[in-house]
């Protein structure tokens, strides 16, 4: 049994996924919904894992394990819980206000800027409520009909700069891939889903947020990664900034694209960091 006192632990991949539920009373406490998240995740990436080994038993006990937990779906519940108002809120207000000099410029009858919001929870946060932006929602298992249900690695690529968008959100949807390539495919798909250009001075946009533990807490992983990372698909940073325990970042891109190749590799020793990282394949 562990002891009731415990020294502070560097912060764990506990994460969610977008945004906002406000509810006045939380049906789980922070701590139940921070366990039932990283439950969640550590069974994802067994599951990665042993389909990766061809280990059907395993693949199937794994599966049984995710179910009795609830499946997605609760997982998205302390997801909403998380990131509701009373836990730190909505992640697209911080979009918003970094955005504000750009949509100032919008007004009818100019086209609306498009946003593909990946890993959508609500259709009210504050990116949906915005007058100057058509939100495109999608998610792996939609709660609202307003949200397409849809994996965005296998969304159609898009044939017409009408298809494109000019802002995609990724907020707490990168660490919930559990695969590190799949990660650096995902960042390397949202290039082909930005459209060149838009009707404000606005230049094709990435909104990415991760959990601090994500570069902060990593064997595997850093800050600088990430920015080297984005720099080869051709995004240069616009604005950043942490909490305690998340990072928000925006990313305009810059229309050159020469990604490179980024293994796994050893950054920080030590027993009590994570594995999270991203893979970049070149080319």
Known sequence: M????RSKRPGLLSSTRPPTVKTKHAALSSKATRTLIRSHHQLLKARAQALQAGDEARVSSIDAQIHANGGLESYQVASKLGQSMERGGDSSKTLIDWLKPQLSEWSAPLP???VLEVGALSTKNACSQNPALEVTRIDLNSQEPRILKQNFMERPLPSTNEERFHLISLSLVLNYVPDATERGDMLKRCVEFLAPACSISLAPTLFLVL???CVDNSRYFTEER??????????QLAQSKRTSKLIYQLWSHTGKYSPRPFKKEMLHPGHKRNNFTVILRGG
């Open 2 to 5: 562990a002891p009731k006192h």
């Open 112 to 114: 609306k800027l498009r």
């Open 211 to 213: 959990p601090v533990a």
């Open 226 to 235: 990430l920015l080297e990372i984005l720099a080869s698909l051709g995004f």
